[in-house]
Every structure is written in C-alpha cells, then in structure tokens.
C-alpha cells in the first residue's frame, strides 16, 4: 500500500550528525523508518544514538560515503540534509553510488545546481528517483518516513498525496485523517525538481491499493496543466485538486512557487479551469478539497 517507499526501505541520512539531521533522524526512528546509518566523511567511523520507535537504544554507524553506506547496511534509501552549498556534492555522490530514491531537503539550492543534479542522475539512466529539492519528503504512514512530514498526523489507508507545498501536504492528511493514505509526497516547489506531480500521479494509477489521488499545487509555471494533460489521458481514479494562490497578485512572484504569473498561464483559476477540464474536481480551500475527496469515497 505504497509508492516508492515502504516498510522494508533502509534509510541512510546524509548529513546525520547536524542539527537538522540529528533531529529528524530521531523523529524518522520515531516512525518506525529502517535508518541504518548515516554520511559524514569528517566524522566516519563514529556512532550516533538514537532511540527506536518502541523506546529502545539504537547506536547508528556513520560512513565516509554513500557508497560505503550501501555496501555495509544494504541502504537504498538516502535523505540528505545538506547545507545548500555542498548539497550539488551530496546529490553527486549519492546518484554515483546508485542509491534507489535521494530525498533533498535543503531549501536555498541555486536553481544551476538543481538542474545539474536533474542532467547528472538522467546521465546515469535514471537509476536514482529524486525527491525535491526544498520539500518536506515522502511518508507511507505506519510503514516509513523519509523526510520532514509529521508522521503522527495521519494514519494508513487509500489516498494517494502529491503536492508542492509542505505544510498544505500536512493539513490534507490531516483533515482526510480518519480514511488514511499510501503514500504522501511533497515535491517541492523550487523551478526544478526531481519527482514531478506527473511522476507520482503515474505511480498512483499503477498502485493497487490507492483508490483515489489528492493533488496540490501552487500559482506559477505549468506544471498543473501539464498534470492535468496528463490525467486526462491516463489516470482512471478519482482525483480532487486544491491550487494555491487564488487571491495572489498577478504578476508578482509567490513564495517557492518557482515563477513568475503572467497573464492567465499560470494563475490558480487558469490552473484550476484546466484541470477541471481533466475531470478533476478542485476545491477553493484545502477543507472543500478534503470533503471533495469525502464525497468521492462516500465517507
């Protein structure tokens, strides 16, 4: 019940023994996530402790490189909370060693070094799925956590979540909490990124146990309409949208929408309008999304 990441993924974390690391290593552990180790070259061959998520000590390795990492623990997950200035090195390093799914956490990447790691993983045939960067990650509930998502918001269930915003990601499940997800991923909002709306919608489709698709997305750029070509063609399930940015100023950039709206492209009601033109049916507020999604699963 689950995309790209489940309860047998063994998670690394680059960057394990920094404060953000520290933090939400412990808080991963807390969601019952497979972390067997971590990355830190300057710190290789320490140990870093945690608790597990029954309470009990876990005393964690730290290697010198993803590479190593792989190869003692059987990693295929890696969560890098990189300082954006090494964060092009960290990806490196990760997609060279092979690493099944890179989660990017680090917002303030230079826009150059994220299509680099983008241009560098499709030379190496794709065989690392990225998430992000500057997203809060990607959570199967009760199975596995790799990110920043709260993690007790939410239970298991039938809804598939993909979205550009971090905390619009957690008030959906939230509010949708009494029927339960897959898989919730927040996939940036930075002008590129790795896994897109399409890629996730896709992997839903195919996912036997996701009965319906939660999507949201954000004013700027087109990569809603693009979704929503794209839903019209090949997605079979349900799908309710909420578009953020329905009171912004046109013509000025928003946040980590990642452009700038010009004319109608863009703008949530030309978002909005396109993707109810691919049977979607979008909500004006992330509650009427959620009751929306209640409507179409009669709960």
């Given at each position: 019940m689950s995309i790209f990441l489940n309860s047998e993924s063994k998670v690394i974390v680059q960057g394990i023994t920094g404060g953000e690391g520290t933090k939400h290593t412990a808080r991963m552990l807390a969601a019952g996530t497979k972390v067997v180790g971590?990355?830190?070259?300057?710190?290789?061959?320490t140990k870093v402790s945690h608790k597990d998520k029954d309470g009990n000590d876990v005393e964690l390795p730290v290697f010198a490189s993803v590479e190593e990492a792989m190869k003692e623990t059987g990693a295929d997950v890696s969560v890098a909370f990189?300082?954006?200035?090494?964060?092009k090195d960290a990806a490196f390093e990760a997609i060279d060693a092979g690493i099944g799914l890179l989660v990017i956490i680090t917002e303030g990447i230079p826009v150059q070094d994220?299509?680099?790691?983008?241009?560098?993983?499709?030379a190496?045939?794709?065989?690392?799925?990225?998430?992000?960067?500057?997203?809060?990650?990607?959570?199967?509930?009760e199975q596995s956590l790799a990110g920043?998502?709260?993690?007790?918001?939410?239970?298991r269930g039938k809804i598939g979540l993909v979205s550009k915003s971090g905390t619009l990601t957690y008030q959906l499940m939230y509010e949708l909490r009494d029927i339960g997800f897959s898989t919730?991923?927040?996939?940036?909002?930075?002008?590129?990124?790795?896994?897109?709306?399409?890629?996730a919608i896709a992997a839903f489709q195919e996912d036997?146990?996701?009965?319906?698709?939660?999507?949201?997305?954000?004013?700027?750029?087109?990569?809603?309409?693009?979704?929503?070509?794209?839903?019209?063609?090949?997605?079979?399930?349900?799908?309710?949208?909420?578009?953020?940015?329905?009171?912004?100023?046109?013509?000025?950039?928003?946040?980590?929408?990642?452009a700038i709206v010009s004319g109608s492209s863009g703008t949530a009601e030309a978002k909005k309008k396109a993707l109810e033109a691919a049977g979607v049916k979008v909500g004006k507020t992330p509650s009427e999304t959620a009751n929306l999604m209640r409507e179409i699963l009669g709960a």
């Amino acid at each position: 019940m689950s995309i790209f990441l489940n309860s047998e993924s063994k998670v690394i974390v680059q960057g394990i023994t920094g404060g953000e690391g520290t933090k939400h290593t412990a808080r991963m552990l807390a969601a019952g996530t497979k972390v067997v180790g971590g990355v830190n070259a300057r710190k290789a061959g320490t140990k870093v402790s945690h608790k597990d998520k029954d309470g009990n000590d876990v005393e964690l390795p730290v290697f010198a490189s993803v590479e190593e990492a792989m190869k003692e623990t059987g990693a295929d997950v890696s969560v890098a909370f990189v300082p954006p200035a090494f964060s092009k090195d960290a990806a490196f390093e990760a997609i060279d060693a092979g690493i099944g799914l890179l989660v990017i956490i680090t917002e303030g990447i230079p826009v150059q070094d994220s299509a680099e790691i983008w241009a560098h993983a499709t030379a190496k045939g794709n065989k690392t799925r990225i998430i992000g960067p500057n997203c809060p990650g990607i959570i199967s509930p009760e199975q596995s956590l790799a990110g920043i998502i709260p993690a007790n918001i939410t239970k298991r269930g039938k809804i598939g979540l993909v979205s550009k915003s971090g905390t619009l990601t957690y008030q959906l499940m939230y509010e949708l909490r009494d029927i339960g997800f897959s898989t919730c991923i927040g996939i940036g909002g930075d002008p590129v990124i790795g896994t897109t709306h399409i890629d996730a919608i896709a992997a839903f489709q195919e996912d036997p146990d996701t009965e319906a698709i939660v999507m949201i997305g954000e004013i700027g750029g087109d990569a809603e309409e693009r979704a929503a070509e794209f839903i019209k063609e090949n997605v079979t399930k349900p799908v309710v949208g909420y578009v953020a940015g329905f009171t912004a100023p046109e013509g000025k950039t928003m946040g980590h929408a990642g452009a700038i709206v010009s004319g109608s492209s863009g703008t949530a009601e030309a978002k909005k309008k396109a993707l109810e033109a691919a049977g979607v049916k979008v909500g004006k507020t992330p509650s009427e999304t959620a009751n929306l999604m209640r409507e179409i699963l009669g709960a």
